[in-house]
């Protein structure tokens, strides 16, 4: 296959190009490219394959919210070539049982490439390692407690040092959770208006701290997840300046809104870590900018309708996230003025490749034809009852966006293209 008259992101640079695909690899880039079946891509642009490092797929155990196959079929409509679905699944995805299960469903499924993620303790319960050796022999890319934080800062340092005794990165989730308290909102003017429990910052920002002072005295890397403080991004930036192996991830919702979208009492606002003030919004935008934050991740927490349509305490966390990221993203960061469409890539696909140790997030000769395909001029509306996740759980319903995806490509395989109206 040869796609032509397409511009394409290649490193820092976007020119005009033909790729051609030969058993599922990047076999040339050139102009005027011949051999094989085209496809006319004028007015599109060509990104690497996306990749989101933080997702949840709920299979096994949770297959009503989100299976495999529907994740996955949101992943490449959104854009998504590889995903790494997180542990908190039932059962626990701590021994090599569960990993070998989700790897055979991803072939099964055959959409885009699916990474599992081990938790770092058996049972996500904080007390003991679990198999860690196991779990990547039978392909586990990284480890995390995800919607948990490790408790005890011992089986914290130990889980860092048998992680990387394997080549593995442990993923944190931070949140002190005496000081979150029960809250399920930001602490400040819109929880008092409200009357929402709150949670202050300092809840995030201590465990951010904890995993820094970890990485530094072990001279071992770490990885924050879903970034969403002013102060927590300033401590990874200082971490940064002074040689720290940490990177960073925030996603769409911590840089497109604020806690004031509370106030209407939409449980489609309630995720965790809280979204929080405008100077906290800002903060993120400048850490993707100076390279603080490494990464965009969605964190796709699909529920069922029956998990929100309740009283805003007792709603659950999470938005449905995969079919609405790249467009969010680049309306707000490239269109805004913040990134060049290149470092949106890099972001994106590149610096979550490079973070995991993942083949893919480049476009280059003898690179896999993972490739991300897009109308960058396409506005339209997010409407949820057009996602073909089962969770329909967003806070973006009605939002005009630019930047369309229309075709994904897996191995060189077209996995999804748009279905023209």
Known sequence: MILKNAQVVLGDEVKKADLKIENGVIAEIGTNLKGGEALDLTGLT???????????????????????ESGARAAVKGGFTQVCCMPNTSPVIDNKVVVTYIKAREKEVNLCKINPIGAITKGQEGQELAAIGGMKGAGVVALSE????????????????????????CLCHCEDKGLVDGGVVNEGYSSTLTGLKGSIRAAEDIIIAREICLAESLNLPVHICHVSTYSGVQLIREAKERGVQVTAETCPHYFTLTDEVIRTFDTNTKVNPPLREEKDRLAIVAGLKDGTLDCIVTDHAPHHADDKNVEYNLAAFGISGLETSFALSYTGLVKGGVLTL???????????????????????????????????????????????????????????VTGRVKYTVVDGEIKYEEKRK
């Open 146 to 169: 995800d919607g948990k934080t490790v408790p005890d800062t011992k089986i914290m340092s130990l889980a860092m040092q048998y992680a990387s005794d394997f080549n593995l990165k």
């Open 46 to 68: 060509v990104l690497p394959g996306l990749i989101d490092m933080h997702v949840h797929l709920r299979e096994p155990g949770f297959e009503k919210k989100e299976n495999i």
């Open 342 to 400: 290149p470092q949106l890539a890099y972001k994106m696909s590149t610096a979550p490749a490079e973070i995991l140790d993942l083949k893919g997030g480049k476009i280059e000769a003898g690179a896999p034809a993972d490739l991300t395909i897009v109308d960058l001029n396409e506005e339209w509306t997010i409407d949820p009852n057009e996602f073909v996740s089962k969770g329909k759980n967003t806070p973006f319903a009605g939002t005009k």
